[in-house]
């Protein structure tokens, strides 16, 4: 028998068969995988952690107003208010006056502090305040811009003496802005120092009285003392024998316009003196003198005595007077100063003429009318009429009522220099040019 022997080509060939198919993994066409000595598999990608619940939003704090400082202010500047509560970082709007609403320009401090500005040029009256149209307290703008209304202050009143220029002592009312109505109520700082204003009563014959007294002016002595001014009336009957010394009105009235200017020097005093209560809100640099009748000689009078003595120094700025005669007066010379005359149609005492020709004597700045209807006893708070005076056709309240807006107007112009807030009440001002109750009137 024959044995057969493979060949050793054979052997070689069925031997790598042999190692292909160990290798193969048992899948044909598969790649192989190669793992190195030491090497580990790749970790698993993590999963996202859970994202954490955030907090509740806290709700913001109620929006209240508790108070507002100061509580008022004057309409003829603006006023810086503070105002505080909570909420307010969520503050958006300010407003005062819920019917015409203005907005108010405002910071906000913290939350529970703001501070606003209430503009000047408001309507005067008390308001609602309020923030996000959240209701706060009442807010009060107070009248310094309407002549023809009362004006922002409380008027009180004091009763005295004074050392008279001819060496007696005179008695005198002086209306001033107090924090308390009426007599000796206490004086009001806010606005001081306030300038002074003398007011001369007309003439009173020593027999009859007819309403003329230095206590009997109320009407202009405390609208203008609203507005803030002190106004001092001085009782002239001290110095008046009737129709003056030697029946010489020049004599009268020159011993009226004497201690019309004693009245400057009191109150010149009585800023310094510690027991005055006027002390230190008197503002006597800046006075002006105004008068009714031969009280207004008296006030042209004084500011020609007082331009003399002390020229461009005088205290007195302007002068306002109320039906003034002109017969038996040298006025002597004010044409330094603007000056207001005030007439009327039925004066029988002292007509239109004489206004006529002492405002011819007037100087620039100066401004003159006539009040139709009017007569010469309605310059005073009764309507007494005086001997021989005409009968008047317009009431008392309308004859006050145009001498308050015009004499509040002259002096807001003339000594508080406010003269585009008043421009329509003087010289060519749509208000007095439109009023049927004045005529001839004309201006420097």
Known sequence: MKTTTPSKSFLILSLSLALIGCGSGGGSGASPRTTSPGSTSPAPTPSPAPAPTPAPTPAP??????????????????????????????????????????????????????????????????????????????????????????????????????????????SARIHYPGTSAGLNG????????????????????PFFAAGIDFRANDFIAERLASFGYIVICVDLAPNNVLFGSGANAQDNSQRDADDARAALDYFQVSNSDPQHPLRGLIDFNNAAIAGHSRGGDAAILAASTEIAALGSSSRIKTIAVFGPPSSGITTGAFQSIPSLFIGATEDRIAPFSDQLLLYGFAGPGSMLFEIVGGNHSQYKDSADVLMSDGTASLSLSEQHAICQQTLVSWFQTHIRGKTAAFADYLYNGSVIVNDPRVQSLVSK
């Not at 008027?155 to 008279?164: H, N, W």
């Open 186 to 205: 206490s004086p009001d700082s806010l606005g001081a120092p306030y300038p002074v204003i003398v007011y001369n009563h007309g003439f009173k014959p």
């Open 61 to 170: 704090t109620a929006l209240t107003i508790s108070s507002a400082t100061p509580a008022s202010g004057m309409n003829d500047s603006p006023t810086t208010v503070t105002i505080r509560g909570s909420g307010f970082q969520q503050a958006n709007t300010v407003t005062l006056d819920t019917a015409n609403p203005s907005l108010l320009s405002f910071t906000i401090i913290s939350d529970s502090e703001i501070t606003a500005i209430v503009p000047e040029g408001l309507r005067s009256g008390a308001f609602d305040l309020t923030i996000n149209g959240q209701l706060g307290p009442q807010w009060t703008v107070r009248n310094m811009l309407d002549p023809t209304q009362p004006g922002a202050f409380t008027v009180a009143y004091l009763d005295t003496t004074i050392p008279g220029a001819s060496g007696d002592s005179p």
